[in-house]
């Protein structure tokens, strides 16, 4: 963790102190729930830049805040489900938060992933079926959020150009009628 300046470094500060104060005082609350505990992390400063140590949160609770909060920073909250109950659990994912950015399911069963993929149609913008939710590189990738994470338009790619243009149908016929009555209707 340091200066994007050195290479070497594989997390940097983040972008500003109103993202700092947002993101440790989710951390610090962690820190003092009953329902969460820090299991990897868990330090911030920012005596010399906006530096929070990479923190892995275990939420004892499917609906604790950082489980329903869009966080942009070094933190991820992981939930146990139980695996009998894994039908349950994705209804769970569906209906936890507003937030719909990107997600992920792993499995090698092809029944699993079908019914995940289905029952999580509108819980990510961005769906990754054995990979990583990251990185989704503009031009080779579209990426755009849903729900509460964006409007889904999918930046760096041809969906994306539908929310700048006015579409505009036009039918020209080339060989008009030159009678507009129906012939039933002549009775």
């Not at 991820?76 to 569906?94: E, G, H, M, N, Q």
């Amino acid at each position: 963790m340091g200066s994007p300046e050195d290479t070497s470094n594989f997390v940097n500060a983040v972008i500003h102190e109103a993202s700092f104060d947002k993101i440790s005082s989710y951390i610090d609350q962690a820190k003092a729930d009953k329902d969460a505990e820090i299991i990897v992390g868990g330090n911030h400063d920012k005596s010399k830049g906006y530096f929070i140590e990479p923190t892995v949160i275990l939420a004892k609770d499917a609906k604790y805040t950082t489980m329903c909060t869009e966080l942009f920073g070094p933190v991820i909250t992981i939930y146990v489900y139980d695996d009998a109950k894994w039908k349950d659990s994705l209804k769970l994912v569906d209906e936890t938060s507003e937030y719909a950015l990107t997600g992920a399911i792993f499995s090698g069963d092809r029944y699993i992933i079908d019914y995940a993929c289905n029952a999580l149609e509108n819980a990510a913008g961005n769906f990754y079926i054995n990979d990583k939710p990251t990185g989704a590189v503009v031009g080779q990738q579209p990426f755009g959020g849903a729900r509460g994470s964006g409007t889904n338009d999918k930046a760096g790619s041809v969906w994306n150009l539908l929310r700048w243009v006015s579409n505009r149908t036009i039918k020209e016929t080339f060989v008009p009628p030159t009678d507009y009555k129906y012939p039933f209707l002549e009775q």
